[in-house]
C-alpha cells in the first residue's frame, strides 16, 4: 500500500528566502506526482505535474523534482512571498486503491512579511 | 466552464435532512473524483467515475451517500438523512484521462455543516 509522507507539517520562514518542501513514498511504482496549493477555505489548486518518466518540472519560481528510485519529491520555492502562504499537498498515482491516487497530509507554510 | 465547477460553495443544514452536491467537471474530462475535507484533515476519497464505467464507490462513508453522474459529465453527491459528522468540504476533481494518468483538477468545494 502507497504511502505518502510530506516533512515539514509546518514551516514559517522570512520573506525573500529560498525554500524546500519534501514529499517521499513508500511505492517507486508511480506513474506520477502532482504538487497543489491550498489557501485556507478553498480547493486544491494545480501547480506543477511529473510524469515518472520525467526528474524536475518548472513554473515561474516553483521547481518540482523527482528521484522515483529513493522514493523523493521536493518542490523549490525561490524568493519567498507572503503570497505562498498555504498549505502544500503532494499526491502520488501509483494504481493502488480505487482513485490511484495517495495523498500526502500538507506541509502549512506561512511567509512572513 | 474553464474549470471544475461545484455549487453550493456553503450549506448549512438540519441533522436529518437530505443534501445534493453538484459538481461540473472540466469539458471533455472524463474522470471525475469527489473527495471529503474535515476541519484540518487530509482528502478521504469518495467516489470515482471513469467515462460510462461502473462508479467505483469503495470510499463512500455509508449508505446514506450517494453519487451519480448523468451524460458522463455533471455529477450530484447525495447525503441522505445528514448527521453532524457529515460536516466537511466536499471536493471535487476531474481528469482527462484514466485513472493512472492526467493532471488532476480540483473545484472550490461545497462546505456543508450540518446543526
Known amino acids: 500500500k502507497q504511502e505518502v509522507t510530506q516533512i515539514p507539517a509546518a514551516l514559517s520562514v522570512p520573506e525573500g528566502e529560498n525554500l524546500v518542501l519534501n514529499c517521499s513514498f513508500t511505492d517507486s511504482a508511480i506513474y506520477n506526482l502532482q504538487w497543489f496549493r491550498q489557501d485556507p477555505g478553498k480547493g486544491l489548486t494545480s501547480l506543477l505535474l511529473?510524469?515518472?518518466?520525467?526528474r524536475e518540472q518548472t513554473s515561474g519560481r516553483l521547481n518540482a523534482s523527482l528521484d522515483k528510485s529513493s522514493g523523493r519529491s521536493t518542490l523549490y520555492i525561490a524568493a519567498s512571498q507572503p503570497g505562498d502562504s498555504a498549505t502544500y499537498l503532494c499526491?502520488?498515482?501509483?494504481?493502488?486503491?480505487?482513485?490511484?491516487?495517495?495523498f500526502g497530509k500538507g506541509t502549512h507554510l506561512i511567509i512572513q512579511p | 466552464g474553464a474549470g471544475v465547477s461545484q455549487s453550493p460553495s456553503n450549506k448549512v443544514t438540519e441533522k436529518g435532512k437530505d443534501v445534493e452536491l453538484r459538481c461540473d467537471p472540466i469539458?471533455?474530462?472524463?474522470?471525475l473524483y469527489w473527495y471529503r475535507q474535515s476541519l484540518g484533515q487530509g482528502l478521504e476519497f469518495l467516489i470515482y467515475?471513469?467515462?460510462?464505467?461502473?462508479?467505483?464507490k469503495s470510499g463512500l462513508p455509508s449508505d446514506r451517500f450517494s453519487a451519480e453522474r448523468t451524460g458522463g459529465s455533471v455529477s450530484t453527491l447525495t447525503i441522505q438523512r445528514t448527521q453532524q459528522e457529515d460536516s466537511a468540504v466536499y471536493l471535487c476533481a476531474s481528469s482527462s484521462s484514466g485513472r493512472n494518468t492526467g493532471e488532476l483538477f480540483f473545484g472550490e468545494g461545497s462546505r456543508l455543516t450540518v446543526l
Open positions: 511529473i510524469q515518472s518518466s520525467q
Open positions: 467515475f471513469q467515462g460510462n464505467s461502473a462508479p467505483d
Open positions: 469539458s471533455g474530462h472524463t474522470a
Open positions: 499526491a502520488v498515482r501509483s494504481g493502488g486503491g480505487a482513485d490511484g491516487l495517495t
